[in-house]
């Protein structure tokens, strides 16, 4: 395999960081790399790339050069339908992920999380855990560095490996060693030609190549998992968790304890111990305690490691109190179901910042929550039309803004002293923001000037 790859012509699309790492990868491993950007790259990119010799395009795609590749790594960010992917695949010229490439270039196992919510936080825990117990553990995929550049500079023993639809299509060798599926719900639907079975699809790809050796980890409560897993019928071990005890689930939460059963052992823990409040936080501690007691993780290290983990940035995060008003970020929150989680989450009435690319959002599932909670909807983006058109007859108050400075400005103007001003956007960032921590990031420095 080494000696075929060897003469491989690769190409890159996408400069970002699971380009420029495969690209690192590619040029470690001796094969003949160029990578493309259809838009600018950032300088942190434009000088990883210089300092590895690797040659690269940026503004367009040659397609000439590209054409001549034995084999693409595409960025996950890039559609199937994008011109230049489409006319790769008529030529039968095989498109990859940075994820399925790298694996080819380590023997480590892997343990991949995959879900429309709780990704982020699910990885950082069960690296949180694995690392605090002493295991050589690396953290990557749509968190952390990237994997490719990782496997190529590094030599880790594990990898805990977020991935989203995106990553999970360009899977085909790839194999998870523990799988883990949170939940599905609505996501990218422009993406998916506004069907959610052509998302659930590229979310069960995780299960591709799982033998009878490898855990499939899941949330029994999700009634499309549930009949994912009918139809599909795995050849992992099915190792369910859920709110409530049941028949064979594997994780649940009883009489104020969370309990973990997995490799003949019981992990019982009180739940205000967790680091992590809140329903939809109760599932990540449940599902990463489980990975943990699969890799004979100590019920103490466990318990230390659940009860000090810190949180991840801009995912519900206590930015300040102003005036009596708590300030919330939770701009990680780019779909309705994330911020479905935080409006229920939170008890006070609520000043909410929606807003930014609509990924094809269906708001029915926050506006009951609106109706009973939010005093004042802000809307942040620079086309707010599918917002008003679904909420201009639920809430009386609404205003448009352009800026998070005129945002969060707006928002003090409306918080009454014991209100909480949440932003939790449903939508994707690129409109107005670099991405969603530039999102977040921004939020929390205007709240801290107030």
Known sequence: MSEQLKHTKLVVLGGGLSGVGAAILAKAKGLDVFLSDRDLLSPNSRDALASHNIPFEEGDHTMETILQATEVVKSPGIPPTAPVVEELTKRG???ISEIEFAARYTNAKTICVTGSNGKTTTCSLIYHILKSAGLNVGLAGNVGTSFAQQVAEEDHDFYVLELSSFQLEGMTQFKADYAVMLNITADHMDRYEHNIQNYVDAKMRILNNQTEQDSFIYWSNDPLITREIEKLKPNSQLIPFAQAKAEGICAYQEDA???????????????????LQGTHNLYNSLAAGLVSKLLDISDDALRQSLTDFKGVPHRLEKVASVRGALYINDSKATNVNSCWYALQSIKSKVVLILGGTDKGNDYSEIEQLVKEKVR???????????????????????YDVSSMEDAVEMAYELAEKGDTVLLSPCCASFDLFRNY???GEQFKEYVRRL
Do not use: C, W
């Not at 304890?257 to 680091?275: E, G, P, S, V």
């Not at 004042?376 to 609404?398: E, M, Q, R, T, W």
């Open 93 to 95: 010229i095989p498109v």
């Open 257 to 275: 304890h969370i309990y973990i059963h997995a490799n003949n052992t019981k992990f019982r823990m009180k739940q205000d111990q967790l680091a």
């Open 376 to 398: 004042a909807l802000i809307f942040l983006g620079v086309d707010n039309k599918p917002l008003h058109k679904y909420f201009d007859d639920k809430v009386s108050l609404i």
């Open 437 to 439: 921590e530039d999102r």
